[in-house]
């Protein structure tokens, strides 16, 4: 079945405290990509990687970080993590090469920061 | 720069009403596609439809319709009949090759609640 798998799911964090929220997808897309969605703003992209070891800012970057270093994972890195991040997180994924590609997101990690 | 712009913020509807979720996108590109998600309150993004810029037939499936009109740079949502578990968010979203990768946008949603 294919799938995006984000983890956590739930978190509840405090100002300053590292977290990572996981993404794996098993489909071998090439493209990858977060999201967050805040109210009265809809999805917002963060970051995008077109490849492994291939990453870029996407429109909301700043307090985010990510790697690729295998094509299957993803990871959202909060290095210091502020209120304002508090969000709901969306992982995505797609093959690359067409502007019609179906995009699958994972479920979606309800983020606090307090 | 591409742009979705989703006017209704909230709409409430009696059971059984018809409604339209509007949505107007802008692009520079000649080739692009749109589509819409519904967000149940559970919180995940469940893909309605994708339509491709060259394809203005509208289409329906089931209580859905939509519309999509290259003239007025809008691709609309109806639900006809509606009903209590269409309660959500939509969004509607449009994408762009760019680059060599798709670039996607997102218009801000649109609240439906269907009252019983």
């Known amino acids: 079945e294919a799938q995006v798998t984000q983890n956590p799911r739930y978190l509840i964090t405090v100002t300053g405290k590292k977290l990572t929220v996981t993404c794996s997808q098993n489909?071998?897309?090439?493209?990858m990509s977060w999201y967050r969605q805040d109210p009265g703003l809809g999805l917002r992209q963060i970051y995008y990687?077109?490849?492994?070891?291939?990453?870029d800012k996407g429109d909301v970057p700043e307090g985010y970080k990510v790697s690729r270093k295998e094509k299957r994972n993803f990871p959202l890195i909060l290095e210091s993590p502020s209120p304002n991040q508090t969000s709901l997180y969306f992982c995505?994924?797609?093959?690359?090469?067409?502007?019609?590609?179906?995009?699958?997101f994972g479920e979606g990690s309800w983020l606090t920061v307090v | 720069a591409q742009k979705v712009t989703q006017a209704q913020t909230e709409i409430s509807v009696v059971e059984k009403e018809d409604v339209t979720l509007d949505c107007v996108y802008e692009?520079?590109?000649?080739?692009?596609?749109l589509f819409w998600y519904k967000q149940p309150p559970s919180g995940e993004l469940v893909f309605l439809i994708r339509?491709?810029?060259?394809?203005?037939q509208n289409e329906i499936s089931g209580r859905y319709s939509w519309n999509f009109q290259k003239s007025t740079s809008s691709f609309n949502f109806t639900i006809t009949a509606s009903q209590v578990v269409d309660s959500a968010v939509y969004f509607c979203?449009?994408?762009?090759?760019?680059?060599?990768?798709?670039?996607?946008?997102f218009g801000i949603g649109t609240k439906l609640q269907v009252i019983p």
């Open positions: 995505a994924s797609s093959d690359r090469d067409s502007a019609g590609n179906t995009i699958y």
């Open positions: 489909m071998n897309h090439e493209y």
């Open positions: 990687s077109m490849n492994v070891e291939v990453t």
């Open positions: 692009t520079r590109d000649t080739t692009y596609y």
């Open positions: 339509r491709n810029s060259f394809d203005e």
């Open positions: 979203a449009l994408s762009e090759a760019s680059g060599g990768y798709q670039k996607v946008t």
